[in-house]
């Protein structure tokens, strides 16, 4: 192949650079793979992002793709592309875990929504990359098996929960990953590595066959090198499925269309409340230098008022445990989770597989949800927190009548070095407190690198209308075309 020269860097790439060099045959689909593989081999062992790898998989199907490409056949933006999968969706006949010894060996008998519809798009699947358990958390330290090092700094944590994905990303052992959000769990990890990541509108993306944490939250999404990708993804796994009942029944547009380089006339609110709060004066500069970007190509900026965000995190660590501790009651022996072998009765057992399977920050929800939702405290926690809920989303209404789109950080700091919040889970937790809005609200959000602060990058978080993608990545886009930071790579130590 003409493009052998090219063969060590590719890993370097972006989806759609791949693509047109796999059209013009300039390079092959198992080409690629072996880049995108011998980059794991040279680095996993000190990113550790995958939890498991489908070698072989990879290149039966990058080899498909070649042969379609040979025989003139249709291809799609996603055809031979390695795609890395967060661990808590199913692919059929391939061990997911969710980082849990409860699944430690648990091999789904069926592939989730998302994982069929990039299957159809010729992608091909690298393996499954490290989390937190169950998706708990905001560093990948949950994770049962071991951390994710973050590959701008191994000293820290790449964030999480989907930490393995985004490290995977932005340390170049794959082209594009997904993910899951539930407060923050797309957003935050693809901040502290430098890549982009997005939410998309709850019920955009089919959560069939994704392992539940917080149902009224949870929403599966892209990690990527660039926005352009993004939107590549989004039109690969959006849509309507009947099989997750919360799935919305638009019809999908092609995002990539909204890929335009200009927000002139463009109004972006920033919440004061946001930016009153602590946050690290590195990304307050950062995301500072962005609000005077954006004003300087043409959108008009100006303050916006979110009056009950104070309340978010607490509203959001009330109705995630709760609907987590309903979520995680499958994993009991008997429908999910290795049963213990030497339980006495079915009690016993019970006790036995969900006291050794489950880590401390999940037995921590458990314990949080079921006293939110039990009785006595029901009216005091859980519905008072309902109600903040829609307080919350009525602010985001509110404010969409005046802005198109709400401009933050997408983290009061960049990403920190293992073990320094693992002791208290509040100062885990506040991590959260940009992102945790969004899924209040089931608004879309994305965040875009926006610059370095001590060498560790900063995001840029730009939240949009229920099903504003479009207005998201065409601001996304354009602050893209207008800076670097997105063509950073790590020097991996
Ligand atoms: N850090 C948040 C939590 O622990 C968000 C996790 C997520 O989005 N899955 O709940």
């Not at 933006?77 to 390695?82: A, D, F, K, N, V």
Request: hydrophobic share 40%.
């Amino acid at each position: 192949m003409k493009g052998r020269r090219n063969q060590l860097s590719l890993f370097r790439l972006t989806a759609h650079e791949l693509h047109d060099l796999l059209v013009k045959k300039e390079i092959s689909a198992q080409e690629l793979s072996e880049s995108i593989f011998s980059r794991i081999g040279s680095v996993e062992d000190r990113i550790a992002a995958y939890i498991t790898l489908t070698k072989e998989r990879a290149f039966e199907c990058a080899r498909a793709v070649d042969r379609q490409i040979q025989n003139g056949g249709e291809t799609s933006p996603l055809s031979g592309i390695p795609i890395a999968l967060k661990d808590n969706i199913c692919t059929g006949g391939v061990r997911t875990t969710a980082a849990s010894k409860m699944l430690a060996d648990f091999i789904p008998p069926y592939s989730a929504t998302v994982v069929k519809k990039l299957d159809a798009t010729g992608a091909v699947v690298t393996g499954k990359t490290n989390m937190d358990e169950f998706a708990m958390g905001s560093s990948t330290e949950n994770s049962a098996f071991f951390p994710t090092k973050n590959p701008w700094n191994l000293e820290r944590a790449p964030g999480g929960s989907s930490g393995g994905s985004a490290a995977a990303v932005a340390s170049g052992e794959a082209v594009c990953a997904l993910g899951s959000d539930t407060g923050g769990s797309i957003r935050q990890p693809a901040s502290f590595c430098g890549v982009v990541g997005m939410k998309p509108t709850y019920g955009a993306v089919s959560r069939y066959g994704v392992i539940a944490y917080a149902s009224s939250f949870d929403q599966v999404g892209p990690i990527t090198k660039d926005v352009t990708d993004c939107a590549l993804m989004l039109n690969a796994i959006c849509g309507h499925d009947p099989l997750d009942s919360m799935s919305l029944k638009s019809d999908v547009p092609d995002y990539t269309s909204h890929l335009v380089n200009g927000v002139r006339g463009l109004k972006i609110g920033v919440p004061e409340e946001y930016m009153s709060t602590e946050m690290d004066s590195g990304v307050r500069a950062a995301v500072e230098k962005a609000m005077a970007m954006f004003g300087s190509l043409g959108a008009t900026v100006d303050y916006a008022t979110l009056p009950h965000s104070s309340y978010a995190l607490p509203v959001y660590y009330i109705i995630a445990p709760a609907e987590a501790s309903s979520n995680m009651a499958r994993f009991d022996g008997v429908r999910y989770g290795a049963g213990a072998g030497d339980a006495e009765d079915v009690i016993d057992l019970f006790i036995k597989t969900r006291s050794r399977g489950f880590g401390p920050e999940v037995k921590r929800r458990i314990m949080l949800g079921t006293y939110a939702l039990s009785a006595g405290y029901y009216d005091a926690y859980y519905l008072k927190a309902q109600k903040v809920r829609t307080l919350i989303k009525e602010d985001f209404d509110r404010a969409f009548l005046k802005f198109d789109l709400l401009l933050s950080p997408t983290t009061p700091c960049t990403a920190f070095r293992f073990g320094e919040k693992t002791d208290d889970p509040y100062q885990m937790y506040l991590t959260d407190v940009y992102t945790a809005p969004a899924n209040l609200a089931g608004i879309p959000a994305i965040t875009i690198p926006c610059g370095f602060a001590e060498g560790m990058p900063v995001g840029l978080q730009l939240m949009g209308r229920h099903q504003g993608e479009a207005t998201l990545l065409r601001a996304a886009y354009t602050f893209e075309q207008n800076t670097d930071y997105h063509k950073c790579f790590p020097e991996i130590g």
